[in-house]
């Protein structure tokens, strides 16, 4: 299955003009997929700020709607001090999105405890939970074989919850063997072309506009400057370049080639942040790797 992970990069602007439309075409065209898009991943997997700041929701539902995709909510890890917000909001989406919301991605124990009891949905566990070492400049740990610790203990999270129904994985090395991993019954979703490398409870793009003793604040209350500024590093690294990006609280780098062994991937969850980029910004992308000039 394709799916779009507009977690992160939607916002109101995007919905404009036709630009997801052409952000779609252009995914489809520039990696030859050859299936039609069914599933929009909405929300975010890292940002508490940007989630309860997120005001396009309606218009995504009714595109969705028009579209016959459906729509997975993605959460990230609340503050204490966002939670009750983060509830209300949680309550008030779903029941606009029901007819396109059928499941809700998670990536904490207590959010996936409170959406278990409280939803009738199915549930995934999302990319924060698999906390496996990450590192593109460290070239002979990338280019290895790693096994996700936490599919190792299933029993542990999963036997007395059946509302979790898939997984999302990150592409962290060049090789991720599943061989080993008890996941029958389970999605699997893997995360493309780049892999989470880093990220925290701090955005340094937030803190632009703050006066010097109100910067670097963990969860400070923002304007969604991450929308319209990021950073882009093309680097030589132990004898290759290395695409990293600076979006929002996070770092990513790119990795378009793993290979996963013992599982077949379920889901291709294509995070476009270069083709928003380009058709948002007007950018021009190298030939060789796809990074935004």
């Known amino acids: 299955m394709f799916c779009l992970n507009l977690c992160e990069v939607l916002s109101g602007a995007l919905l404009q003009d036709h630009k997801l439309d052409q952000v779609i075409e252009k995914v489809v065209r520039d990696n030859q997929i050859g ?65 396109v919301t059928d499941e809700v991605t998670v990536n904490d124990l207590g959010m996936l405890k409170y959406i278990s009891e409280k939803y009738d949905v199915g549930v995934n566990l999302g990319r924060l939970f698999f906390k496996d070492s990450r590192d593109i400049r460290v070239r002979p740990y990338q280019e290895g074989e790693i096994s996700p610790n936490l599919l190792s203990c299933r029993s542990f999270f999963m036997e007395d919850n059946d509302k979790i129904k898939g997984i999302e994985i990150d592409p962290t090395n060049r090789y991720i063997d599943l061989r080993k991993c008890d996941l029958e019954g389970i999605n699997l979703g893997v995360h493309s072309p780049f892999c989470y490398m880093t990220t925290g409870n701090i955005c340094k793009f937030a803190s632009i506009h703050k006066a010097p003793e109100d910067k670097f604040r963990p969860n400070a209350r923002c304007f969604m400057e991450c929308t319209g500024i990021y950073e882009h ?61």
């Not at 579209?67 to 606009?96: C, H, M, N, Y």
């Not at 929002?248 to 080639?257: A, D, H, L, P, S």
């Not at 793993?258 to 190298?286: H, N, Q, S, W």
């Open 233 to 293: 590093y093309k680097e030589r690294f132990d004898g290759k370049y290395a695409d990293i990006i600076r979006y929002g609280r996070t770092v990513y780098f790119y990795n378009n080639g793993c290979r996963i062994a013992g599982k077949k991937i379920d889901r291709k969850m294509y995070f476009p942040i270069l083709e928003v980029k380009e058709i948002m910004k007007g950018g021009v992308t190298d030939e060789n790797t796809g990074a935004l000039k």
């Open 35 to 99: 299936e039609p898009l069914e599933r929009i991943y909405m929300g975010s997997s890292f940002c508490s700020q940007y989630f309860l700041h997120l005001a396009c929701w309606e218009k995504m539902f009714a595109l969705c709607e028009e579209r016959g995709w459906k729509l997975t909510l993605t959460l990230p890890v609340f503050s204490q001090k966002d939670l009750s917000w983060a509830k209300e909001r949680i309550a008030t989406i779903l029941e606009q999105g029901k007819n």
